[in-house]
């Protein structure tokens, strides 16, 4: 049944625009498989153009896809362009889509973050990096992958902020472009480790950030890098 309807469902070109997307959308989720961030096919890419999405399938390897396995779906979730079944994941793309100006998004069951969110409701003040996804890190409480209510939770915990921690499961992070979106999770999960590894120290407890000095980090990175 399932081959059925991936056959009646619409093909429409792939325009150069959804072409680069899916190029841009393989390349990342291969390169959270090289870089550690996640294992076989679990976690998810996405990117946003215009009101179509183009999303990577469920449980197909990220070295086996090319530009005749583009899947996209529109922000009802309606598939428009593919064969293949969208992840698992796509309430939770969907959501941030509809809910904020996200135009690409990462997520990830990387180590040190999955760790983190079993042990705290948000990442300590670690470091001002913080600052870059809107400030302290929030976990969303757990909920079965691929729900509607993972989806609630997870924007619950993104409020004001571009990336969570979601519980016993990994993290969500969106951003401008997938170049922003996997180097805002690259440094979530490297800020989980630096946690990890300072409160681990017998005796010892980590110096965080205080609030003020992280409104000010985060005001300072707004404007961090080349003028455009």
Known sequence: MAQERSARRPQPRLTQPLRQAWGQVVRTARRTTAEGLVVGTSGNVSARVADTVLVTPSGVPYDRLGPRDAVAVDLDGRQVLGTLEPTSELPMHLAVYR????????????????????????????????????????VADYAL?????????????????????LRNHGTVVYGATLDQAYDRTAQLEWMCQVWLAASAVPGRTPALIPPDEMERAAAKLRGYGQPR
């Open 99 to 138: 809910a904020t100006d996200a135009q690409a998004i990462v997520h990830t069951h990387a180590v040190h973050a999955t760790a983190v969110s079993t042990l705290v409701d948000e990442l300590p003040a670690i470091h001002y990096m913080s600052g870059a996804l809107g400030g302290p890190v929030r």
């Open 145 to 165: 992958y691929g729900t509607d209510e993972l989806a609630e939770r997870m924007l619950q915990a993104l409020r004001d902020r571009s990336g969570c921690l």
